[in-house]
């Protein structure tokens, strides 16, 4: 027969040995919460990281699939040639970069003909897009990182001529596409210059 004093030992030694299996429990249990939380947060940032990159993606894809804003591209990519353009039903030219360059410049309702016209149009449509990619920049829902090598030899055009894009950008009222460019550091470009 064990004795009451014998019972309670073992059950204060039961009791102890309970705590010491107890607390290293809690504390596995409480580190491996923080752990899942930790990762559950590096989850959904590389989530809104790809979010983010998907959005300039399809932000780029926007001003391929515009017919006016991409043949902006194409004439700032043809800088030193020419290339024939469909500026309406019917009515095919050649515009080379000196041209394009011109037609920029006529600001405050000077009269265009039809070709200085449809560049105008082109470049509308191109800088509102640029407006609207600083805008998703400066909101978060982009980073600047996933445009910038794409838009590097349109912002060093952009740079060299800033007197010409300058001024369209001023006429049209996209602040945020000159603020766009101006991130770009070129050597006749500063932030603001555009302005």
Known sequence: MISCQTMTTLKDWGQLLGYFVAIPVAILGFAKAIYEISAGRRQRAEE???KQAQAAKELLDDIHRHELARQAIHMMDWVDGSAEYNIRENLNVVINY????????????????EESAYIRDCFDWLFYRV????????RGLI?????????????REVGYHQDVFGEFLRFHEYNLARDFFARYPLARMTPGSLK
């Open 143 to 155: 980073q600047f990182g996933d445009v910038q090598d794409v838009f590097k030899p349109y912002a």
């Open 48 to 50: 809104l990281r790809w």
């Open 98 to 113: 000196p041209t394009v360059l011109k037609a920029l410049t006529l600001n405050q309702g000077e009269p265009c003909d």
């Open 131 to 138: 407006d609207r990619i600083e805008h998703y920049i400066r």
